[in-house]
């Protein structure tokens, strides 16, 4: 069956940067779009990012423009996150998705000093 | 960028009862992309509906979805105790994607 597990998150100070991973298996993992989406504490879902199944194609939200890197490597059925000059507003657990239909259980980044 | 409006933000209803939740984008928006997830405390969202209509295999039929251009609507005919929880509409665009605000439904 598909799994996403998601790692790497953790505590960072305000500034820092975070490299997020998602193991995807169940699946044939170069076939198929990936996201990050992320939800603050108590709060809604937002999408940070998106990347096409050959890596060709990426879109990121304006909140993390500039400063977040998607990347993939489909040998090692893995999708990762980039994260760089950390905010508090970034602080939230961060789920990797296959489209809508698949999430992982994600990995809580908090960033504060 | 398309914003997403859900209304009501919380619905407070009794088991057995029919759940109507609404989803306005703020323009037209293709049926194909868009989606409903639900959500309980603790756990990652899960798939209702997609396509605005569709269901993936393993959701009960209790849960529809309709709708078209601007105005969407989730619908769970009967609610059993295990539906009482969080829903979200999500449009998937071309090159980003959105959250409703999130409806809560809640025991009454």
């Known amino acids: 069956q598909v799994q996403l597990v998601e790692s790497g998150g953790g505590l960072v100070k305000p500034g820092r940067s975070l490299r997020l991973s998602c193991a995807a298996s169940?699946?044939?993992?170069?076939?198929?779009?990936m996201t990050w989406i992320r939800q603050a504490p108590g709060k809604g879902l937002e999408w940070v990012s998106y990347i096409s199944s050959s890596g060709d194609t990426i879109y990121y939200a304006d909140s993390v423009k500039g400063r977040f890197t998607i990347s993939r490597d489909n040998a090692k059925n893995s999708l990762y996150l980039q994260m760089n000059s950390l905010r508090a507003e970034d602080t939230g657990l961060y789920y990797c998705t296959r489209r809508v239909a698949y999430w992982g259980q994600g990995t809580l980044v908090i960033v504060s000093s | 960028e398309i914003v997403l409006t859900q209304s009501p933000g919380t619905l407070s209803l009794s088991p057995g009862q029919r759940a109507t939740l609404s989803c306005r984008a703020s323009q037209s928006v293709s049926s194909s992309h868009l989606a409903w997830l639900q959500q309980k405390p603790g756990q990652s969202p899960r798939l209702l509906i997609y396509?605005?209509?569709s269901r993936p295999t393993g959701i009960p039929d209790r849960f529809s979805g309709s709708g078209s251009g601007r105005d969407f609507t989730l619908t769970i005919s009967r609610l059993e105790p295990e539906d009482f929880a969080v829903y979200y509409c999500?449009?998937?665009?071309?090159?980003?994607?959105?959250f409703g605000q999130g409806a809560k439904v809640e025991i009454k």
């Open positions: 396509a605005a209509s």
């Open positions: 999500q449009h998937y665009g071309t090159s980003s994607w959105t």
């Open positions: 169940g699946f044939t993992f170069s076939d198929y779009d």
